[in-house]
């Protein structure tokens, strides 16, 4: 199954007073990267933050397709009239969300979170969505780590939304005993700080050194392919922790990494192990801590795992050299940087 965005549009949210985003080219067709440019405070965040929430929204138990309540973007957009509509592709079918404010003037009452979904494809299945649903449920339960080719064309899991946000890094873990690092499958996926071993990439390479050996092997490799500067990465047993070996031999923790490095690490291995073939993913400030050269690296990385595994990418940025690097056709500009 494959999920795109063709477009967003907002009215009266904050600094997003009447805009609308196509993800597509001039020919209707999904652009497989979408950069979304402009100087702080131009609402680029807002732009991703909706995107998550309404996705979230497709499955909660309180949302029908005749109406719903979304409470949690009522947070994100601050105003008592407003209105946002997200139009959609779930394999090939069009739909719209559409939150608004709507007014019953019979009983004087303001429905400030209401949710509706319908399609917009006259030649839509109208059991496409029931399917989804299924799907995603049937998800919930099942676990993700694809690192071996094999599993990803054994896959029968419903694409996902995995949102980055702008503060990405790594942080020393605590604990004393390994956890069993299991990576669970989620509709959702918001990555999060972790500073201790529950959910930690430090405890995930951990237990994989200990409780599946093979596929550590696969994680390690794919790291080392990633050119950090000659770095190698291990553990040491006695610690619990993950240690990076530089070029010249010298080692230190997996939280001293530099800060830039750290940001390509997370997202491409969190990409790794959790990225679902026809998903979504939404990257907040990429630039955040990379040097110019690391920009081009993790693009580059991000572009090739496209190759591999297909997703729609949407990503954020007020660096205008992001522009340059995927190109001008796949840049919508928000405000000037």
Known sequence: MKIEILSLTVKNCGVLKDVKIHFTDNDGYVEPSIVLGGANGSGKTTVLELIFKLAECLHHSQFSRNG??????????H??????????????????????TDYDFDNDVKYTNTLFIHSSDCFSRPDILDELTKLIEHSNFESTNFFHSSSLAQVSLAPSILYFPCNRQLTPVTGQQIHHEEVKYQWCYRYKNYADFPGSLDSYLIWLDYAEPELFESVIDFLNQLNFEGKTFHIHRKTLSVI??????????????SSGEQNILIMLLELRRRLIPGSIVLIDEIENSLHPAFQHRLAQNLLDLQKQIPFQLILTTHQPAFVKIFGEKCTRILTEF
């Open 68 to 77: 719903g309540n979304c409470a949690d973007i009522h947070k994100i957009l």
């Open 79 to 100: 105003q008592s009239e407003y209105s946002v509509r997200i139009e959609l592709s779930i394999e090939n079918q069009k739909y719209d969300i559409n939150l608004s």
């Open 244 to 257: 990076v070996k530089t070029r010249d031999g010298h080692e230190h923790p997996f939280s001293q990494l």
